[in-house]
């Protein structure tokens, strides 16, 4: 499955953006898909996963609260709904896929499908 993240930009502190994760290739229906995001200096970490059914969510203890992942499996994306924005949220934002057959749901998660990344900047 290939992935093209969208959505990022320019926002103040307290602001608000959706990142979008368009799939393409195959249906992501039967995928876990994840955020992460790395920081200029700072190792990738994992920011948010929603099971294939929408029905379970997991969530990196940073963002809980003010961000909100969910999917649109007709329309074959996925989203992270990001408000309440601060500076240190400043990254480069990846969507990632892992198959069902893959999916461990302990942590560390681990996806093997990875799109480009999206820019996102807070500034204060």
């Known amino acids: 499955v290939q992935l093209q993240a969208s959505g990022g930009g320019l926002v103040q502190a307290g602001g608000s953006l959706r990142l979008s994760c368009a799939a393409s290739?195959?249906?992501?229906?039967?995928?876990?898909v994840g955020w992460f995001r790395q920081a200029p200096g700072k190792e990738r970490e994992f920011v948010a996963a929603?099971?294939?059914?929408?029905?379970?969510?997991y969530y990196a203890d940073s963002v809980k609260g003010r961000f909100t992942i969910s999917r649109d499996n007709a329309k074959n994306t996925a989203y992270l709904q990001m408000n309440s924005l601060k500076p240190e949220d400043t990254a480069v934002y990846y969507c990632?896929?892992?198959?069902?057959?893959?999916?461990?749901?302990?942590?560390?998660?681990?996806?093997?499908?990875w799109g480009q990344g999206t820019l996102v900047t807070v500034s204060r």
């Open positions: 990632a896929a892992q198959a069902l057959t893959g999916w461990n749901p302990i942590p560390p998660y681990e996806f093997d499908s």
């Open positions: 290739g195959r249906t992501i229906s039967r995928y876990v």
């Open positions: 929603i099971s294939w059914s929408a029905s379970v969510t």
